[in-house]
């Protein structure tokens, strides 16, 4: 009897024992179940944190791409765009992108000789965000290259600003800026030597453009100035065979018509100049460069001003931003004149600063000014 219930209570004990252990078994696989499920449901947030992160990320680079400057608002440069071309009527780069000028015209450089220096056309690149520079060099003035001036130092002239708008990633335009000589062909053989020299020196340049009759004036008629640029562009043809030549059309450049009836199409990669002073030329002549444009031709603004055709009158800032419109809507490329500080309106420095380099905002004129703003901001 007493074996019976000791027996008994041993295998109530054992039941009590085997039931503990099954219940800390349980527990125990419970809490590895637990476990499991909190480590995958951490590794199924921690990915959709990751997966989330690299859409963020995602975006972000997207966001960041769409905001990226495209090539075309990017500014052009000889170490971008290269050596330039003609396509229809636009200005392209080697690889035929689209490619717009903005930038500033010297007045006579045998008159103000001092601002063709490193520090200027840094400061013009750097703060200005002028890509071109325009040399201009008079024929027929006083100290004029065909009347009278020092051909040799004039030249040095020339190259000293070709180096400088080189060492500063610009295009340079060089400029035979006849005026008062109103007919190219008056000073043909001169113009055919200059050209030939600097072509012949600057044949593998990229950032060179050439200028071969800043303003054919008074009678001289398209036709005029149509024979002498085929004297002209063949002497420079003969050493670069692809560079833009900008050849002048009648009335003070203004005449873009008549050479879209009837332009020169022996030769590639010739524009031809249209100029204007915002408070003479309106609407006019707004309709015709973009009729000019329509029609194929390829147009350069080499020269314009804000003020009077005088150059030293009133300054109308409304009718200026309206060509601006106008030309950067059909991407034409512009040099304001003029940079010097000669007592008149249209140049950019106040007649009372005498600094060549280093310009503040209180050594501009009005000019300056607006076209401060107008290449930095615009």
Not at 325 to 337: F, I, K, N, Q, T
Request: charge should be negative; charged fraction near 25%; include cysteine.
């Amino acid at each position: 009897m007493k074996r019976n219930v000791i027996f008994a209570a041993g295998l109530i004990m054992l039941a009590l024992l085997s039931s503990a252990a099954g219940c800390s078994g349980q527990k125990e696989e419970k809490g590895r179940d637990s476990q499991s499920a909190v480590e995958k449901e951490g590794s199924r947030n921690g990915k959709d944190a990751q997966n989330k992160g690299e859409e963020l990320e995602k975006e972000s680079d997207k966001e960041g791409q769409e905001k990226m400057p495209s090539d075309a608002d990017a500014m052009a440069a000889p170490s971008v765009t290269g050596a330039l071309h003609v396509e229809g009527a636009r200005l392209t780069g080697s690889s035929g992108e689209p490619v717009q000028l903005r930038g500033i015209s010297t007045h006579g450089i045998a008159w103000f000789p001092d601002y063709i220096n490193d520090a200027c056309f840094a400061q013009l690149h750097d703060e200005w965000k002028a890509n071109v520079i325009r040399l201009a060099m008079y024929t027929a003035e006083y100290g004029g290259y065909c009347t009278g001036g020092d051909k040799e130092y004039l030249k040095g002239l020339i190259r000293d600003g070709v180096k400088y708008a080189e060492n500063h990633d610009m295009y340079v335009i060089i400029d035979w800026h006849i005026l008062s000589d109103s007919d190219p062909n008056i000073y043909l053989e001169e113009a055919k030597d200059f050209f030939g020299e600097m072509s012949a020196e600057y044949a593998d340049a990229d950032n060179i453009l050439y200028e071969i009759c800043n303003e054919p004036n008074g009678s001289t008629g398209w036709n005029e100035i149509k024979a002498y640029a085929r004297e002209v562009i063949p002497v420079i043809r003969a050493n670069d065979e692809d560079a833009v030549i900008i050849v002048g059309t009648p009335n003070w450049s203004q005449f873009v018509d008549q050479a879209a009836a009837d332009p020169i199409t022996e030769y590639d990669n010739i524009m031809y100049t249209l100029h204007f002073y915002a408070a003479t030329h309106k609407d006019d002549l707004r309709d015709k460069m973009a009729a000019a444009l329509d029609s194929g031709l390829p147009v350069f603004v080499t020269e314009y001003g804000i003020c009077d055709a005088s150059g030293n009158g009133a300054i109308d800032q409304e009718q200026a931003d309206r060509w601006v419109e106008l030309m950067d809507r059909y991407g034409v490329s512009y040099a304001a004149w003029n940079l010097s500080n000669k007592d008149e309106s249209s140049a950019i420095l106040k007649s009372t600063c005498g600094k060549t380099s280093g310009f503040e905002e209180g050594d501009l004129s009005a000019s300056g000014q607006w076209l401060f703003k107008m290449l930095t901001e615009h």
